[in-house]
């Protein structure tokens, strides 16, 4: 960064008034702000012809300007305002003037919303519900294209943008809620102004504003609240990592290093394990943080002071302005972890209770668990990320259903020794576990749309430590057979479009094995929901023998026995081994059927089952 010196302002400030080049500020980022943090500073972005030579004031009684930093490029501007804990919220004028030239805007500080739910966090009560905005429902077919954005409907192609928004989830709250969802993760919502591939929202080129083909701001605003009455929380996916190339700041750059190889872009070797790795180079380091994942993702140097700045404002206004249940933050690796240190730092010390829920996509439970609050690291490094997506169970899981039954050993047995790496974890009941997501097959399509197999998933994702997450559609077997291509993947929900031949949403149309599926699913959450041994209760299970795998989920008032049978044959399981866990419970009543078993001596397993017994004493 360099200082405009007064000698040179004075300068173009002659030659401006001489030019008629000086305009009105074009843009003032965040748009307002809040009183009442704790963190008393709040860093303004100004952008406009040659804004720079200016000099902001404000005489609004508890706000000074701290500090203004002035850098090469002279149309931004960064003044940073101190707001005092006692400042009475209203709007008030910011004057910016050189000698007689005077430029005055107005800005407005709101009242920070004092209930500490506000932002009340994810727990392992919770499940969540991962919609892509674009492919759930066409609530509103008015705002499915604009003039000045780019990337046009076309429902036709899997990867272009499909017409839904924030309406059409307004639309299906009720089903969201009635399937037993308790929170909702969407995917990127905000502008996306790129020619294409535009429709999933991970190429943000506002971050201040919703794009328009989604709905707006108070859209947003009014879904969140509705969720919230609803008992459905917010998880709202942030990108810190980089931007699409179209954002506005990309034809004018504030700074020499506001992106990673700003002048000749390079691409990440994505190393992963250099950021825990005690041997990396620092070679090694930086290309895996610093390189750009594609180049249509041009990598933010969060190194930079004013970028880090401008992040962390980005998230804090966010949750503010809608009361977010939780952050999602893909791509960790990717990111300066030092940065998201001070990010997650930042975000706690105003909302304490609020999730952070990162995405380290690696099936090491090692890798995983290095960047988990309060993980005791041999640098010393805490990333204070409170969630982390539970990648290691997700691919082993998936893998023994589709291995072959083991005749020596166990097919569980891979599982079993993962799960038994939990120590590993700070908190392993705030992993995420999912059986899929945008990003990999679905469920369904990994077991080769193997209906008693994918039971067996869904028993083992509402009954194992963690909060669950499903993606859209897996509860009406979506699939995409002979293909793992994203558009594919990312499907549009049966029902969500006028002319649909299907609705999940009411169940006309779908196959008998879907309702079947969506009921399984339904009951799963529903009793998971009211049963605080299957959300919270302690875990114990049992090294599997043969091809049975058998866990407990318990509490001082209920015991639950998970009994997943991956055999292609009838077996009798003996149950003398579990009587540490059984006591003196004579039999099991399985939520799934409504059936009552025997426990005392053995039960009968029926090929590639799953049953969920809550133990009783008769």
């Not at 509103?140 to 309406?167: A, I, M, S, T, V």
């Not at 990994?446 to 509860?475: C, I």
Request: charged residues 20%; aromatic residues 12%.
């Amino acid at each position: 960064m360099r200082i405009v010196t007064p000698a040179l302002c004075f300068c173009l400030l002659t030659l401006l008034a001489a030019t008629g080049e000086a305009q009105e500020i074009e843009r003032i980022e965040p748009p307002f702000w809040w009183a009442g943090f704790e963190h008393s500073e709040v860093q303004l972005m100004l952008y406009g012809n040659n804004i720079s030579l200016l000099t902001p004031a404000t005489e609004y009684p508890g706000i000074s300007i701290k500090r203004i930093v002035r850098v090469r490029n002279p149309n931004y501007l960064f003044v940073y305002l101190d707001i005092s804990p006692d400042t009475e919220p209203g709007i008030f004028d910011i004057t910016f003037s050189e000698g007689d030239y005077t430029i005055n805007r107005t800005y407005e500080l709101r009242q920070k919303d004092p209930d500490p739910d506000h932002a009340a966090g994810l727990t392992a009560a919770d499940a969540i519900y991962l919609i892509m905005p674009d492919r759930f429902a066409n609530g509103d077919p008015n705002n499915d294209e604009f003039y000045f954005l780019n990337d046009k409907l076309d429902r036709g192609d899997p990867y272009g943008r499909h017409g839904g928004d924030l309406q059409g989830i307004a639309d299906y709250l009720d089903y969201i809620a009635d399937m037993g969802f308790t929170s909702v993760w969407l995917s990127p919502v905000l502008e996306c102004n790129v020619p294409v591939d535009s429709y999933h929202g991970y190429l943000t080129t506002d971050h201040y504003t919703v794009d328009p083909r989604f709905g707006s701001n108070a859209q947003l605003a009014a879904l969140t609240a509705s969720m919230r009455a609803k008992g459905i929380g917010l998880i709202m996916d942030q990108v810190l990592n980089h931007v699409g190339s179209g954002h506005w700041w990309m034809d004018d750059l504030p700074t020499a290093d506001w992106l990673n190889f700003q002048e000749a872009p390079v691409i990440t070797s994505h190393r992963r394990t250099t950021n825990m790795d005690p041997h990396a180079s620092g070679y090694d380091s930086k290309l895996q943080a610093d390189g750009w994942i594609l180049e249509s993702m041009p990598d933010l140097n969060q190194r930079n002071p004013l970028l880090a700045d401008y992040l962390v404002q980005h998230s804090i206004w966010w949750v503010e302005y809608l009361g977010l249940q939780g952050i999602r933050v893909g791509a960790l690796p990717y990111l300066d972890k030092h940065f998201i240190r001070g990010w997650t730092q930042r975000i706690t010390r105003e909302y304490p209770a609020i999730s952070i829920v990162g995405e380290e996509w690696s099936e090491l439970p090692q890798v995983i668990s290095y960047w988990q609050k309060d993980k005791q690291t041999h640098d010393g490094f805490d990333a204070r990320v409170t969630n982390l997506f539970d990648f290691p169970v997700q691919a082993v899981f998936s893998r023994t259903l589709m291995s072959e039954p083991a005749s020596y050993s166990s097919v569980w047995t891979l599982l079993y020794e993962l799960i038994g790496m939990d120590f590993l974890y700070p908190d392993p009941t705030n992993l995420v576990i999912f059986p899929g997501n945008h990003e990999i097959d679905r469920i369904y399509t990994q077991l080769e749309e193997n209906y008693d197999l994918y039971k067996m998933a869904m028993v083992f994702y509402t009954t194992m430590r963690g909060t669950p997450q499903f993606f859209y559609g897996d509860e009406v077997l979506m699939s995409h057979r002979g293909t793992s291509s994203h558009g594919e993947i990312r499907s549009d929900f049966p029902g969500g479009w006028s002319g649909d031949t299907s609705n999940a949403f009411t169940g006309e149309g779908l196959t008998e094995r879907q309702r079947d599926a969506q009921q399984l699913v339904r009951k799963l959450l529903a009793w998971r929901n009211s049963s605080a041994a299957a959300q919270s209760g302690k875990f114990m299970h049992f090294a599997p023998i043969g091809n049975v795998y058998v866990y407990f989920r318990y509490d001082q008032d209920t015991t639950i026995m998970v009994i997943l049978n991956r055999d292609d044959e009838t077996v009798t399981l003996e149950t003398e081994r579990f009587a540490e866990r059984i006591g003196t419970a004579t039999h099991g009543f399985d939520v799934v059927s409504g059936k009552r078993f025997g426990i005392e001596n053995s039960i009968v397993l029926e090929p590639r089952s799953a049953l969920v017994l809550e133990l009783e004493d008769r």
